[in-house]
Every structure is written in C-alpha cells, then in structure tokens.
C-alpha cells in the first residue's frame, strides 16, 4: 500500500477546513455534555448508557456479546471492560451462550432497567436541549441524511474490513 506524500494529498479547502472542525468542535462538546450528565444523574459514562439501552431493546433484554459490540461500535476488548463495570453495579450479567459454547451473553437485570428507567428522561432532556432544540426540523432531516451516509461510508461489509467490533 502507497502512503501519501504531501505532494500526493488533496488537502482541504478553507470551507472544508471550517465545516471539518465545526463538526469536530460539536462533536467533542456534545459527547462531553452527555457524558457530564449521564455521570452527574447515574454514575455512569455514555458508552456504558448505551449499552443499557441496546440491551433494554433487544428479546429478552440480552445479547451475544459480539453483537453487543458491533451495535456499541467499540472493540471486544472495551466493551468486556464496560460488562465487567456494569456486572460490579449489579446492572448487568454475563451468561453461557447456549448455542455456542464459547460465547457469551449480556444481559440487562431488573436493577439495570430501573436505572435506565431513571436516568432515560433526563439523558432524553440533554439531547434534545443540547442538539434538537437547536435545529429546524429540516435540519434534523439533513443531519439525519448526512450522518447516515458517513456511517454507510465507514463500515464495509466485504471480508476483512477494519471495524471496532472485529478487534
């Protein structure tokens, strides 16, 4: 594989170079604010929220753990880390898998879904202050359009891609 020399690169225009660290800007300073909530009002990071959520809306509130992962968008290795944290707080269980042997599966306790019962309204809050609010419903509809197309663009299906979830 060739790397890049900087004659080789198509660097960014002004106008990119703006939209590129407004949404770099936003980004880090959403993910702060939430998070900042989610500790204030539960103790918990966001990422760990997620993973409440995905587990509150799958059958049976559990999932294999690989699924868990690709759903999270984050690695095996962190999302083991965020089970084992869930587990200590009594939110979370792992079980066997029973059709495969070797793997495994979160499950969300009841305790775990009190919490999120508790903590959903005011997470549902800061989004909608911090990002909804602040935004036309055409807006919404273009961000929607927009960040579902980057996602498309950054997860391949064929064998081998690169993704949190695989490592």
């Known amino acids: 594989m060739k790397t890049a020399t900087a004659e080789d690169t198509r660097w960014l225009t002004d106008e990119e170079q703006r939209i590129w660290r407004a949404y770099m800007h936003a980004a880090t300073l959403l993910e702060d604010h939430l998070d900042r909530q989610l500790q204030r009002d539960a103790g918990m990071p966001h990422v760990y929220y997620g993973l409440l959520v995905q587990l509150a809306e799958a059958p049976g509130r559990r999932l294999r753990m690989t699924e868990l992962a690709m759903q999270a968008k984050i690695t095996r290795s962190r999302l083991s880390h965020a089970v084992a944290r869930l587990e200590k707080s009594g939110w979370v269980r792992r079980e066997e898998c029973p059709s495969d042997k070797r793997g495994q599966l979160a499950v969300l306790t009841d305790e775990g ?15 909608r202050q911090a990002l909804f609010g602040r935004l036309t ?31």
Do not use: F, K, N, Y
């Open 113 to 127: 879904q009190e919490v999120l019962a508790r903590t959903a309204p005011g997470h549902v809050a800061a989004v």
């Open 137 to 167: 419903p055409e807006q919404q509809q273009s961000l929607g359009e927009i960040m579902t197309i980057v996602a498309e663009g950054l997860q391949p299906q064929g064998a081998g891609a690169d993704l949190p979830w695989l490592r």
